[in-house]
């Protein structure tokens, strides 16, 4: 005998209006070549919630927004005692970025409501979309910073604290663009969630898969250096009087990559942002500002890097006779996702007749820090050359609907789940 048909189990989401929708979004912040630059808390960051929010309100959705700007749409359940199912990701993109990288499994989100409000479903439990603050981390120097203040890993008063490169705030930028919220920054009792995204990587497309099941996350720690020499001619300066502040980071830029290649194909080091003052040609640089992180899947293996490179690099500062100034922003370890969260994912691709295997994620997600407070899981699909923080990102649009059908389908399923 046939299994009996679960009464979502021919509910299919609409690929031309998910296509349609996302490439709405993209419009917001887009770059001539073809991606989208919204950093978080500006204008263009703005606009893309503004438009998020009207998207979700003509749903029926009620919106609210937290203390650090985390947006929160919901849809009634039938039974308002039950803890809702949240899913979403992120609208914030990195400077140069792509139209995909959080946008989808926000928009996804949203093609997921307007399926079941299109058919007229009422789940069990209550549904919230959310849009998470800052995921991207690169105006302010900290990834996360959203999803992280709503699990308690960041104190709010250390984010509203954090400032962009201007100086300005979080504080004062959520509330120049009016998304300081009422509501507080805190977990509320939530049944589980589901973040989709593009893997960002080649693994998915390299081995023809549609869905990553994703099982967790890499630990990763990030930090903020500042190495201080002394500004001279550059002409009238001998070798033996230079304090040069560049050449220092330049050392210690090739520290990084001889790290993470010692770690083989699992290490991951990066300097992806230096500034040289006085970034004159002919004055030795008298300061180096720069970012570096690490990423490893396991936790010892960061354990060890991040006790090996603050003194590495204190070594090399002190050779080139310069000061070094090292902060850690932040640390966390790998994470693993909730078992029975991954088996719905994994259940809805094998139902579906897609193909799927089972992948960490190499990225930070708002999802790895949901899942401190949460049952959580994650749906990847593939990106073309696994090429992800470029505008030239993209995905097939065939893609994109596999992971909303797996994205409804998770959904759904813990959403009626008997209680
Ligand atoms: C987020 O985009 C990350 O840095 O992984
Ligand atoms: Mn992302
Ligand atoms: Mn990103």
């Not at 502040?245 to 770690?263: Q, S």
């Not at 083989?264 to 003052?277: A, I, Q, S």
């Not at 002919?282 to 936790?299: A, L, Y």
């Amino acid at each position: 005998m046939n299994a009996p048909v679960r009464p979502t189990d021919n509910l299919r989401i609409d690929p031309d209006r998910l296509w349609d929708a996302l490439m709405d979004m993209a419009r917001i912040g887009a770059t001539p070549k073809g991606g989208v630059r919204r950093l978080t808390l500006t204008a263009v960051d703005r606009a893309a919630r503004d438009h998020f929010r009207s998207l979700c309100e003509a749903e029926g959705l009620a919106v609210t927004v937290d203390a650090i700007g985390n947006m929160f749409a919901r849809r009634d359940g039938r039974d308002p005692a039950r803890p809702p199912v949240l899913f979403g990701s992120h609208l914030d993109s990195q400077p140069s970025g792509g139209k995909f990288d959080g946008a989808l499994g926000v928009i996804a989100g949203l093609e997921v409501i307007r399926t079941l409000n299109e058919a007229g479903i009422e789940t069990e439990a209550p549904l919230v979309l959310c849009n998470w603050t800052d995921e991207e981390g690169s105006r302010f120097g900290h990834s996360l910073m959203g999803s992280g203040v709503w699990a308690g890993v960041y104190p709010l008063p250390k984010a509203y604290a954090l400032t962009d490169a201007e100086g300005v705030t979080v504080e004062a930028a959520l509330s120049s663009i009016g998304y300081r919220g009422e509501q507080k920054a805190e977990p509320f009792p939530a049944d589980s969630y589901f973040e989709l995204h593009i893997e960002q990587g080649p693994i998915l497309e390299a081995e023809g898969a549609t869905i990553g099941i994703v099982t967790g996350a890499q630990a990763q720690v990030w930090y903020d250096a500042v190495l201080t020499g002394r500004e001279s001619h550059a002409g009238t300066t001998p070798p033996s009087a230079r304090r040069d502040a560049l050449v220092g980071a330049a050392r210690i830029i090739d520290l990084v990559e001889r790290m993470m290649r010692a770690r083989g194909e699992d290490g991951r080091g990066t300097v992806g942002e230096l500034r040289v003052l006085p970034n004159s040609r002919n004055v030795v640089p008298g300061e180096v500002r720069f970012s570096v992180e690490f990423r490893h899947p396991d936790d010892a293996a960061l354990a060890a890097i991040a006790s090996e490179f603050p003194r590495a690099a204190a070594a090399i500062a002190a050779e080139c006779r310069l000061a070094l100034v090292l902060a850690e922003l932040f640390r966390f370890p790998a994470q693993g996702f909730d078992p029975g969260c991954i088996a719905l994912v994994a259940e809805a691709a094998r139902r579906r007749g897609m193909s799927a295997r089972e992948i960490v994620s190499g990225a930070g997600h708002d999802a790895v820090y949901v899942a401190r407070k949460v049952p959580t899981a994650m749906i990847f699909i593939p990106c073309k050359d696994g090429l992800s923080h470029n505008e030239e990102e993209s995905i097939l649009p065939d893609h994109a609907a596999a992971g909303a059908q797996v994205l409804c389908d998770a959904v759904l399923a813990r959403a009626n789940r008997p209680a």
